[in-house]
């Protein structure tokens, strides 16, 4: 079956300007994870949702940075009056269940360029 | 706060040759979770293995074997006769069995088999 998709793959924006990041998740997986991964560095946790829980949000780096998800199917990533220091892969990640005891599987990621 | 380093940044063996990168992480947990991901060229991290941290048997899979070692807090992986398809960034990564349910990742080492 399908896999997890993201889109775009690649986006070029301008400081200040918002951006919308989308993840497909594989169906019938209730955790959906994003992650941030800059250049040369490990994966960054921001924000996980399971099922009808409310989402963990803890890894958020800042109120410029949200995410919806709808129901246990697709999530977007929104990031308000980006700045240089958002430029990144932003990776999401779903499983069937959460972390401890169920691999996630991985999107490609979109590239984000902050100009 | 859990810690995961992977001190080696980049490593190239010669194609044929054994290899192993290297996994500390630092806890006062007394149980978790341990995780091994590779990142290839592709970009899509992919899943390798799940430890827990009451099982410290080493695991072998092919040409793949995890050494975990809760004494020296090690989950170390090495690969057998390495191929050009090995290539690619290794993350290790780490999760309490209790609390949130977020991945700690190191910063992962780029292996280059070099043919």
């Known amino acids: 079956g399908a896999g997890v998709s993201q889109s775009p793959s690649n986006k070029v924006t301008e400081k200040g300007k918002d951006v919308e990041l989308r993840c497909d998740p594989i169906s019938g997986h209730t955790a959906l994870y994003w992650y941030r991964q800059r250049l040369g560095q490990g994966l960054e946790f921001l924000i996980y949702f399971q099922g009808n829980s409310a989402p963990d949000k803890s890894g958020l780096p800042s109120d410029r940075f949200s995410a919806e998800r709808t129901g246990e199917s697709v999530s977007t990533l929104t990031i308000q009056r980006t700045q240089q220091e958002d430029s990144a892969v932003y990776l999401c990640?779903?499983?069937?269940?959460?972390?401890?005891?169920?691999?996630?599987?991985f999107g490609p990621g979109t590239r984000l360029t902050v100009l | 706060a859990q810690k995961v380093t992977q001190a080696q940044t980049e490593i190239s063996v010669v194609e044929k040759e054994d290899v192993t990168l290297d996994c500390v992480y630092e806890?006062?947990?007394?149980?978790?979770?341990l995780f091994w991901y590779k990142q290839p060229p592709s970009g899509e991290l992919v899943f390798l293995i799940r430890r827990n941290s009451f099982d410290e048997q080493n695991e072998i899979s092919g040409r793949y074997s995890w050494n975990f070692q809760k004494s020296t807090s090690s989950f170390n992986f090495t690969i057998t006769a390495s191929q050009v398809v090995d290539s690619a960034v290794y993350f290790c990564?780490?999760?309490?069995?209790?609390?949130?349910?977020?991945?700690?990742f190191g910063t992962g080492t780029r292996l280059t088999i070099i043919p």
């Open positions: 990640a779903s499983s069937k269940g959460l972390a401890r005891g169920h691999e996630q599987f």
């Open positions: 990564a780490y999760i309490s069995n209790f609390g949130n349910e977020k991945l700690t």
């Open positions: 806890t006062r947990d007394t149980t978790y979770y």
